[in-house]
């Protein structure tokens, strides 16, 4: 089996798999309230060439867990088939999706039954006024509903992802902390990172990891949890000497691109050693003109083998990827 490592040692083995660049809600530090020109339809991968490069990622490149993202993946029609077909391929692969819960209530068992282990949700707020204000839609309830499928699904541990945005909804990471704990989920705050379609990033403007971390000890006692991080993006923190935890994702003031184990796959079949990376290594034309299984895989080899040390927001050279999250996939 090939590895696809890079010249500093690290090793990816988490696979993040856009299926579609397209999305539902219009979230103010994703994209604008108009939307975005999304990919063309003959650039996206069909189902089958999904399949067909997880598989040789799984089967070929080591790859131990694949997330599916967007986008919004749940709009993807034949999301439910691709998992179905990556789960009959592999037993052991930990399959799970990121996704901003609208269609999750719906979806939540079929996924569960084709062979998801389990869900990350995108939630920032629980304030029916804050979310409107942050995504343009009123579809709260229909996240919260979906939360709940998930949960009774087994697609567990279920995960909460929020980004605080200053002056929106940092001030409600206490409350945001309080309800998923009630509700057993695990949550995850994650710094604002320069990837919004609008180019408007600002990093003074930015809620920090510190910062996230002294709002919620205004009412919790946090303490650092003894696990073994292991490349994970979280830094965990005990809540009130637990069981319950809390993890903050401080991409921009701690980077860990030190321990970072992941590549990524866009809807349209770029591989992406980083999330910032500003190059990107076309699989699709080799899928397409009959590459072999093998050349394939050499192609992941040679895109991942480059990868910078680091990906340098701090550095003033830095340059913020002409893809948004949409296109990329978390």
């Not at 994703?30 to 339809?41: D, N, Q, T």
């Not at 309830?141 to 709940?148: M, P, R, S």
């Not at 279920?158 to 001030?171: E, S």
């Not at 691109?257 to 999330?275: E, F, I, M, Y």
């Amino acid at each position: 089996m090939l590895a696809l490592a890079d010249r500093f040692g690290r090793v990816a083995t988490d696979l993040r798999v856009s299926v579609t660049d397209r999305c539902n809600l219009r979230c103010t530090y994703c994209m604008p309230a108009e939307g975005l020109a999304w990919l063309p339809s003959p650039s996206l991968l069909s189902d089958d060439e999904i399949v067909r490069l997880v598989t040789i990622g799984v089967r070929d490149l080591g790859i131990t867990s694949v997330r599916f993202t967007g986008g919004e993946p749940l709009i993807r029609p034949g999301l439910l088939g691709i998992v179905a077909a990556v789960r009959a391929f592999s037993a052991d692969v930990e399959l799970s999706i990121t996704t901003n819960g609208l269609g999750l209530a719906r979806l939540a068992v079929p996924l569960a039954d084709a062979g998801l282990n389990r869900v990350n949700v995108s939630l920032d707020t629980i304030r029916p006024e804050t979310y409107v204000d942050l995504t343009r839609r009123d579809r709260l309830h229909d996240v919260i509903e979906g939360l709940e499928a998930a949960s009774a699904a087994g697609l567990g541990p279920v995960k909460v992802n929020a980004v605080l945005m200053r002056g929106v909804n940092d001030d409600q990471a206490p409350e945001l902390l309080a309800w998923a704990l009630e509700r057993g989920y695990e949550l995850r705050f994650i710094e604002h990172m320069p990837l919004d379609a609008q180019h408007g990033w600002d990093r003074s403007t930015m809620v920090t990891a510190a910062q996230i971390r002294e709002s919620l000890s205004s009412r919790f006692s946090l303490t650092p949890a003894d696990v073994l991080r292991d490349g994970a993006p979280a830094e965990l923190f005990d809540v009130d000497g637990g069981p319950g935890r809390v993890g903050v994702i401080a991409s921009v003031t701690q980077p860990f691109c030190s321990d970072c184990d992941r590549v990524r796959l866009t809807a349209d079949g770029q591989l992406r050693d980083c999330l910032f990376a500003t190059e990107e290594s076309d699989l699709r034309t080799a899928l397409r003109r009959g590459d072999t299984d093998a050349e394939l895989a050499q192609r992941w080899v040679d895109g991942v083998a480059g990868k910078r040390r680091a990906h340098g927001i701090d550095r003033d050279d830095f340059v913020q990827p002409d893809r948004p999250m949409s296109a990329i996939g978390g």
